[in-house]
Each structure stands twice: as C-alpha cells, then as structure tokens.
C-alpha cells in the first residue's frame, strides 16, 4: 500500500509539472512549414501531397497573387493574378484596374536533349519565402538508356518591381550530370491589348517575354540563367518610348532593391522574445502590411490588396487599422500614404456634417459609399488622433485637427437618446447585422475623444474645448456600459446592439479601447463559444470568420491583463498563420475572399504588442503611456528601434520575478527609464 501511495503520489507530481507550463504547440507536429535562419520559412516538399496555397507580393505599381502548389508527382504548378492598380478600367470603380490571370508554365517550356524538361522524372524540392518566393527543383536526365538522377537543378525566383510596373521570374539552370547537356529554351511572347473605349486612358498593353531564346550546351557544372518579364503600360506610352523589354532592365539591381526593402522593414521596429514563432510572425506582418503602398495620381495610398482593392483607401483598413502602425515602424513611404489617406478624407468634410464617405477609390477621383455610414468618422477620428500623436510633427497634428475636430463632432450630432452613436452599419457593411447602433463604433468614438484630449494639450487648443472632450468620453463610457452591457449566456459581457441575442467576435472592441469593466466574461466568452482553430467566429453558430476581430481581440485580451489565455490563442493562431496550410500572414476572411492577404491586418497583428503587451497609448508628440506585462514563462521581451515620437528608442523588459519587471527604456545609448514595477503597473515615459 505504501508502494501504491507513493506511485501515485508521483503520477500526480508528474502531472502537476507538466500541466504547470503552457500547452502551445499541439498542432506542431502538424505545420507545413519550417523557420529557417535568414528569417524565410520552407515548405519541403516531398510529403503530405497534393497541397496549393495563394500568397500575394506588392510593389509600388504593381500586385501579384501567385497560386501555387506541387502535385502528387512532386511537381510545381503556378498561377499568377497580376494587378496593375493604376491602369484603370471604365467605369472608373473599386475594382476596375487592368487584371490578368497567367497560367504558363515557364520550365514546361524548356527542352533538355530533345524532350520537354516536363517530362522528363522531375521533382521539387523547397519552397522558401521571405517576401521573395524561391523554389528548388530536380530533373532526371536520361542519356543512351541511363538516367541521371537530379541531372538539372532549377532554382526559381518569384518578386514584383519596388517601384515599376512590372514582375520577375529567374530561372537558374545547372547541369549536376557528368554530361554535356543541351538546354533550349523557345521564343515566347505573350501580348494582350485592352480596348481603347474602356480604359481611362485608352488601351493598356500587358506583355510576358522571356529575356533569352535558342539553344545552350552545359558542360558538367555550368549553369544557364534567364528570366521573364511580365509589364503592362498604356498604349500612348508605347507609341511614345516603345515597349519595354528585358533589355530594358536590371535584374540585379530589382531584385536588389526588393531585398533592401524587405532588410528595412525587417530592420526597424523589431519585436524580440524567447518565442521564435512570435518573432518570426511579426516579421512577416510587417512586411505585408507596408508593401502594399501605391503610387497614384492622387499621391501615395496603401490598399488592402486581395486581387481587389488598390488605389484607393478606407475609413477602417487604413484610417483606422494600419495608419497609427506607420510611425513606429518609421518607413516614411508609409507615414506619408498614412497622411494622404487623411488628407483624402479631409476633402469630404462638410457645414452640413453629412457622413463622409466610406472609401475614397480610383486614385483618388471617386468615392464608394455603398452600406452608408460605417461608424466611418468614429474610425477615422480614432485613427488620426492617434497618428498624430504618435507621430510627433505638431505641423501635421495641425493639419489633422480640423478633420479629427469635424469627426467628432459628426460623432456627437448621431447621438441617440441612450448616448450612444447611431450608424447605418458597421465595419462589416451589413454582412452581418448591426443595429441602429453598434458596440464597435462607439468604442472607437471614446477612445478618439480620449486621444483628442491629449492632442488638444499638445495643440494649445482651448481648455474648454478639451474640457468638453473629457466629459464626452466620461459620457461615452458611462453609456456604452449600460446601452451595450449584457449578461449573454451567463458571460458578463456585451450585446453587440440592441436586440443582439447571440455572441460577436466585435464586443472585443472595449478591450482594446481601454474599458475593462466586463475584461473577464468578454474574454471568457470570446475564447469558450466563439474561437476555432481560425480565430474568432463573426457570430456564434455561424462558419464566417475575419481576422480583424480575432487581431483586435487578441490585443484587447492582453492589455487587460488576461495573459494566460491571451497568449495561448495568439500562440495558436500565429502557428497556424505563419507555419500552417495557408502562409504566412494574417488573413481577410472566409469564405468570402478565399482567406486573401489583405494588408492592414499585418500593422493590425503588430499592434496586439506594442499596444496590448506592453501597452502603450500615445500621450504626446514626445510622450506615452505603457503598462508592460509579459507571460510568467517569459524572462524578457524586447521592442527595438522603435521610431515613433520624433525619436529613435528600444524598450526593454525583463522579469525580476513572478510580480515584478524591469523596464528599461533606451534612446541610443541614453537610458530614458531603468525602472522596477509591478507588473500591470503604468508608467508615463517622457523622450
């Protein structure tokens, strides 16, 4: 008995240690995709077959969505969607840019001896991407009735032009065989014309061509490189320069200003933990969320992208989501599309304070409006106040003001006689109901009050004003509390709107606005009747899902302090989302857009640290607040060459023990803060 007693008693001790550490990797074992030391990720291809997947790569002129996949015979197909944002299509609306689906298969093309290299026994190897797509490939060559395993290699490089319409395919071929071998590789052109009559422009020409033909003899150990060039331009441009062609270019040197690019982004504003998956995702949402930036005629304008949405800027993906990402980041292509985007909206501003419209489209020469007012002004107010303050130019703060000033006050004229903003619908555009008000757009009104507070010190504005601000969002709070608090389903938590019966992924929104007054059954009911293996659910008992609420509550959770299940879902989700079956970025939404790439969810994923971990609200153009908290299995967690607030810094935290943390703040070699706090303890950080 005492053998049985003490065997159990050691079961129970095994148990307890075991369950004491986080269970985060489950689906490990599960993951396509590999991290590897120059910061790509790889998918080796040789098991769990046939697999596909789309990912999209950006440049200043140009998108590309490349679907690719190898088949059950280890082969490599591809598809490429190629967008071209500012040739645009009559009418002159969201979608109507010059779009073309490429299906050619270029290696299928070559000849080896005298059969297509397709046929010959051939597999693909890796894939790795890093914001540039490489694959690796192997071909067996038969020569007098002898195969010649992985005779030919192939190496395959994917990317868009940095600043040109046009995108990059190289084909490297060595010879690995004892033999000579001859390469051939055909003529190709592809062109199509675009009529005259539906072009804002006239007719658009798109063209594919290789940058080599003829035949290539490759003694052992030579390679043969070429590449093809996929462009598009307007026929008058054509006429006045001739077309270009591979000639034309330097491949080098594109591929070059691709890589610099990518070592920037991935250079500043570096998240740095004990956890390589967190690390690496964040890399990787940064580079999405800022590579999608176009050069239009009406000046810089990120767009979410998707095959869809160029040129032309929304009250929430960009006004809302990734603007106030921008200055931390400190890429200035970036902050000045954050501008521009303002500056667009600004145009709309009205005595009559009629809503602004929701999307400013086609480079800036139209406007969508279709589901009304959004909580459009909410969003943008909210947005700006904090861009401007995290910026930290009083001569853009200026500029802002009176479009922060307007929205605000748009906000206050749709006040019902509960307190709270009225809309027409939210940011889901009447895909899901929401009411004559909803929960999302108030929460973001009191915290743009909030952050106009602050700007309206900075700005000298008159104390009444900013008196008038405080009571409004004291007001503001004060209402959404007893409009939209709920007991649903025995969760204290909120009801979307008046009316709302069933659990929504947006009562996240308080969270991460700073209200944590139901902190504990919102996320209690977030992550118990809402979260699947794809993040939050829109609505409980339906299949739709849409990161954008799943990022805002992952931050949300965090900053209230709701650490151990905050981290174990953002663990589970950045797994999936980085190493999973669909890579490596946060997604749009399914199904509606088949989990496409949008853009502003990366500065949205970004976020859910500097402001949900460490949480920091900015206070001034030199100043903010932070209440850093890190998980108990964590000894450090470091933010590097942060650019925000005019200023160049580091924040560093590490733990002295299971309540206390050391935060450090660096600026340069200037120690700002070397201070010991109570973890969930704020302090105010002055540069």
Same mark, same amino acid.
């Given at each position: 008995?005492?053998?049985?007693?003490?065997?159990?008693?050691?079961?129970?001790?095994?148990?307890?240690?075991i369950?004491?550490?986080?269970?985060?990797?489950?689906?490990?074992?599960?993951?396509?995709?590999?991290?590897?030391?120059?910061?790509? !990720?790889?998918?080796k291809?040789?098991?769990?077959?046939?697999? &596909?997947?789309?990912?999209e790569m950006?440049?200043?002129?140009?998108?590309?969505?490349?679907?690719?996949?190898?088949?059950?015979q280890?082969?490599?197909?591809?598809? /490429?969607t190629?967008?071209?944002p500012?040739?645009?299509?009559?009418?002159?609306?969201?979608?109507?840019?010059?779009?073309?689906?490429?299906?050619?298969?270029?290696?299928?093309?070559?000849?080896?001896?005298?059969?297509?290299? !397709?046929?010959?026994?051939g597999?693909?190897?890796?894939?790795n991407?890093?914001?540039?797509?490489?694959?690796?490939?192997?071909?067996?060559?038969?020569l007098? #009735?002898?195969?010649?395993?992985?005779?030919?290699?192939?190496t395959?490089?994917f990317y *868009?032009?940095?600043?040109?319409?046009?995108?990059?395919?190289?084909?490297?071929f060595?010879?690995?065989?004892? &033999?000579?071998?001859?390469? #051939? !590789?055909?003529?190709?052109?592809l062109s199509?014309?675009?009529?005259?009559?539906?072009?804002?422009?006239?007719?658009?020409r798109?063209?594919?061509?290789?940058?080599?033909s003829?035949?290539?003899?490759?003694?052992?150990?030579?390679?043969l490189?070429?590449?093809?060039?996929?462009?598009?331009?307007?026929m008058?441009?054509?006429?006045?320069?001739g077309?270009?062609?591979?000639?034309?270019?330097?491949?080098?040197?594109?591929?070059?200003?691709?890589?610099a690019?990518?070592?920037?982004?991935?250079?500043?504003?570096?998240?740095d933990?004990?956890?390589?998956?967190?690390?690496?995702?964040?890399?990787?949402?940064k580079?999405?969320?800022v590579?999608?930036?176009?050069?239009?005629?009406?000046?810089?304008?990120?767009? =979410?992208?998707g095959?869809?949405?160029y040129?032309?800027?929304?009250?929430?993906?960009?006004?809302?989501?990734?603007?106030?990402?921008? =200055?931390f980041?400190?890429?200035?292509?970036?902050n000045?599309?954050a501008?521009n985007?303002?500056?667009?909206?600004? /145009?709309?501003?009205?005595?009559?304070?009629?809503?602004?419209p929701?999307?400013?489209i086609?480079?800036?020469?139209?406007?969508?409006?279709?589901?009304?007012?959004?909580?459009?002004?909410?969003?943008i107010?909210?947005?700006?106040?904090?861009?401007?303050?995290?910026?930290?130019k009083?001569?853009?703060? #200026?500029?802002?003001w009176?479009? !922060?000033?307007?929205?605000?006050?748009?906000? /206050?004229?749709?006040l019902?006689?509960?307190?709270?903003?009225?809309?027409?619908?939210?940011?889901l555009e009447n #895909?899901?109901?929401?009411?004559?008000?909803?929960?999302n757009?108030?929460?973001?009104?009191?915290?743009?009050?909030?952050?106009?507070?602050?700007?309206?010190?900075?700005?000298?504005?008159?104390?009444?004003?900013?008196?008038?601000?405080t009571?409004?969002?004291?007001?503001?709070?004060?209402?959404?509390?007893?409009?939209?608090?709920?007991?649903?389903?025995?969760?204290?938590?909120?009801?979307?709107?008046k009316?709302?019966?069933v659990?929504?992924?947006?009562?996240?929104? *308080?969270?991460?606005?700073?209200?944590?007054?139901?902190?504990?059954?919102?996320?209690?009911?977030?992550?118990?009747?809402?979260?699947?293996? +794809?993040?939050?659910?829109?609505?409980?008992?339906?299949?739709?899902?849409w990161?954008?609420?799943?990022?805002?509550?992952l931050?949300?959770t965090?900053?209230?302090?709701?650490?151990?299940?905050?981290?174990?879902?953002?663990?589970e989700?950045?797994?999936?989302?980085?190493?999973?079956?669909?890579? =490596?970025?946060?997604?749009?939404?399914?199904?509606?857009?088949?989990?496409?790439?949008?853009?502003?969810?990366?500065?949205?994923?970004?976020?859910?640290?500097?402001?949900g971990?460490?949480?920091?609200? =900015?206070?001034?153009?030199?100043?903010?607040?932070?209440?850093?908290?890190?998980?108990?299995?964590?000894?450090?967690?470091n933010?590097?060459?942060i650019?925000?607030?005019?200023?160049?810094? +580091?924040?560093?935290?590490?733990?002295?023990?299971?309540?206390?943390? &050391?935060v450090?703040?660096?600026?340069?070699?200037?120690?700002?803060?070397?201070?010991?706090?109570?973890?969930?303890?704020?302090?105010?950080?002055?540069?």
């Open positions: 008995l005492l053998n049985i007693y003490i065997m159990k008693t050691k079961i129970l001790f095994m148990l307890l240690f369950t004491s550490f986080p269970v985060f990797a489950q689906e490990a074992s599960s993951d396509r995709w590999t991290m590897q030391d120059d910061g790509s !990720i790889q998918w291809t040789c098991t769990n077959l046939p697999h &596909n997947d789309h990912l950006s440049g200043q002129m140009i998108s590309v969505v490349l679907h690719y996949g190898v088949n059950s280890q082969q490599f197909n591809l598809q /490429r190629l967008i071209f500012m040739l645009r299509h009559q009418p002159n609306k969201t979608h109507n840019h010059l779009k073309h689906d490429i299906y050619t298969d270029i290696p299928s093309m070559v000849t080896m001896g005298e059969q297509n290299i !397709i046929l010959h026994s597999n693909t190897k890796s894939i991407f890093n914001g540039i797509m490489r694959i690796e490939s192997d071909y067996t060559y038969t007098r #009735r002898k195969d010649y395993k992985d005779a030919i290699h192939l395959s490089i *868009p032009s940095a600043t040109e319409p046009y995108y990059i395919e190289e084909y490297k060595k010879n690995n065989s004892p &033999n000579t071998i001859t390469l #051939r !590789i055909p003529d190709w052109r199509y014309t675009s009529p005259e009559e539906i072009g804002i422009d006239g007719a658009y798109m063209e594919a061509t290789l940058s080599k003829g035949s290539y003899e490759l003694n052992p150990g030579d390679t490189d070429f590449y093809a060039l996929f462009s598009a331009e307007k008058s441009d054509i006429k006045k320069k077309a270009l062609t591979p000639t034309d270019i330097d491949v080098a040197a594109e591929y070059g200003k691709r890589k690019l990518i070592d920037e982004w991935w250079g500043n504003f570096i998240l933990t004990p956890d390589k998956v967190l690390n690496r995702m964040f890399a990787f949402a580079l999405r969320g590579e999608s930036i176009y050069r239009t005629k009406g000046g810089l304008m990120h767009g =979410p992208g095959a869809s949405y040129a032309a800027v929304w009250a929430n993906d960009q006004a809302e989501y990734i603007n106030p990402f921008f =200055p980041l400190g890429y200035e292509v970036g000045e599309s501008l985007c303002y500056r667009h909206f600004a /145009r709309f501003m009205n005595p009559e304070y009629k809503p602004i929701s999307s400013i086609s480079e800036g020469v139209g406007i969508w409006h279709g589901a009304k007012d959004r909580g459009d002004g909410a969003m107010a909210y947005g700006a106040a904090r861009y401007a303050l995290a910026l930290g009083k001569e853009v703060a #200026r500029e802002l009176p479009l !922060i000033e307007w929205c605000l006050e748009y906000c /206050r004229r749709q019902t006689p509960d307190g709270v903003v009225a809309s027409d619908s939210d940011e #895909r899901f109901p929401a009411g004559e008000a909803n929960l757009t108030s929460s973001l009104y009191y915290d743009a009050l909030r952050s106009a507070v602050y700007l309206g010190h900075e700005l000298n504005i008159p104390q009444k004003q900013i008196q008038d601000y009571k409004r969002a004291e007001a503001m709070e004060k209402a959404i509390e007893s409009y939209f608090g709920y007991e649903m389903h025995g969760f204290h938590t909120y009801r979307y709107y009316g709302n019966t659990l929504r992924s947006w009562i996240c929104t *308080p969270l991460s606005m700073g209200i944590y007054t139901r902190a504990q059954g919102t996320v209690d009911a977030l992550f118990s009747r809402l979260w699947t293996k +794809d993040g939050l659910l829109t609505q409980e008992g339906e299949k739709t899902f990161d954008r609420s799943t990022l805002y509550a931050r949300g965090l900053a209230a302090g709701e650490l151990e299940k905050g981290m174990r879902f953002l663990k989700y950045s797994q999936r989302r980085l190493l999973g079956e669909h890579v =490596p970025y946060p997604i749009e939404a399914w199904p509606e857009g088949d989990q496409r790439h949008l853009s502003a969810e990366g500065g949205m994923y970004c976020r859910i640290y500097s402001e971990l460490l949480g920091i609200r =900015p206070t001034g153009f030199r100043n903010f607040e932070m209440t850093p908290r890190i998980p108990k299995y964590w000894n450090y967690m933010l590097n060459k650019h925000a607030f005019q200023s160049d810094f +580091d924040i560093r935290i590490s733990r002295i023990d299971k309540n206390q943390l &050391n450090k703040v660096m600026n340069g070699k200037e120690t700002i803060i070397d201070k010991n706090i109570k973890e969930g303890q704020t302090i105010k950080v002055k540069l």
